[in-house]
């Protein structure tokens, strides 16, 4: 069941009223601010705050104290800091949006797991206002904290949630054309349309080691004889990648994504970190690129930006901000582009290194239309991974950029009864996957057999290993767009 965000938040100012509080606020412009944020699904919904500074002078911050039901928890959180005691969450500024200008408002966003809707609402201590008109409400009372401070300037990058997308307006039949500009919605992927999808489609091998296996005959045969969704541009940055030739390897990004979106396919532009497992050894390069890919195909909507492909030996917290400082340079060139981070121990949520996806869940990336990637290799990677899964995407959007049906090494034998299994529970999940590796060494994970790409032919399954052929059956199948 979908709702906008005006049938939300009015069920939500029907319980806040009945408990005599009021609630949250629709700015007079709301209208094209706000419902691009909000969602509701059978196990949650998405809301969003804002906050009005109602007097004429700065207010230097503001607390918004929410108290949901028992049996609703915020699964997460953006443009805010979050804090929990018990079923009561105290909301403070990110950091940028603390002080509001006399007149100006800022908001934030949050994920509720579980359908109650909030019960109480207050910003800085007095109760939210103004919930039966379309005026500003959670109007900071002009009393707290004057000062002559001016306003932070709001960067696009985050105080912004997802600008409306309109629907698609190709009438094709490509998964592009079809599903138009993707957003996040809730736990879920969604097309334009507020419809929830599933991606599915390949990696390539690292595109400067295999250049004639990313030809236009190995994408014609991906988009039309594998019918995949999806081609994942893996650009290692160290292994003589991007660290090497940044210029090269860019322009070499962004005509995988011409080709790509030629063919109706999505793009996900993955920066291949892999070793050093710190995603901040690369920062710089990071976010070099990230601002050249995302201002040169900012206005393509086949683009998916999936910024750390497996951070290793780092805490969540260093993950996380390194996102936070990533992200907001892509935003500032495409507001609107879905964004994957790496998690923690080789993009486990954590379990390889013995943690789990509790910590992402305590402590989410603050930014908007942002995914978590989840990578499996199916022979190491079995039933507690799968139980991580399952659990961490009920709060989680989860994206799985990379798989493998053999083991983490990338080689070995094909463990089709736990590649099956996986995808089976990612086709139910509706998470998206792409496939390692779209290439033609001699391993294990190759869909090519070694030294097909030479050869130029990639549709049918004459060029396919025993994982290729198993992974075209997967992916060929129809799609539920
Ligand atoms: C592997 C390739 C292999 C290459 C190696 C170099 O399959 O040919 O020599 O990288 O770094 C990952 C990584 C991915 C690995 C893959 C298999 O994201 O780069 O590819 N793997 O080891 N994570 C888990 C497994």
Redesign the pocket.
Known sequence: MKRSVKTLLASAFAVAAASTVAFFALPASAEAAAFTVTNSWDSGYQGEITVSNGSSSTIGTWKVELTLPAGSTIAQSWNTTPAVSGQTITFTPAGWNASIAGGASTSFGFVVNGTGRPTACTVNGQACTGLTSAIPSATVPSSSTPTAAPASPKPSATTTSASPTPAPTSTGTTPLAINGQLKVCGVNLCNAAGKKIQLRGVSS?GIHWFPSCYTGAALDALATDWNADLFRI?M?VQ?GGYESDPSGLTGKVNSLVDMAEARGMYALIDF?I??PGDPSYNLTRAKEFFAKVAARNATKKNVIYEIA??PNGVSWATIKSYAEQVIPVIRANDPDGVVVVGTRG?SSLGVSEGSSSTEIINNPVNAANVMYAF?F?AASHKDNYRAEVTKAAASLPLFVT?F?TVS???DGAVDTTSTDAWLDLLDKLKISYAN??FGD?S?G?SILKSGACGGGTFSGTGPLTESGRLIRSRIRTADDF
């Open positions: 091998h893996a290692y292994e291949h892999l070793n492909n497996e080789w990578h290799y990379e493998g983490a090494s990338g390692w590796n060494k391993e994970s």
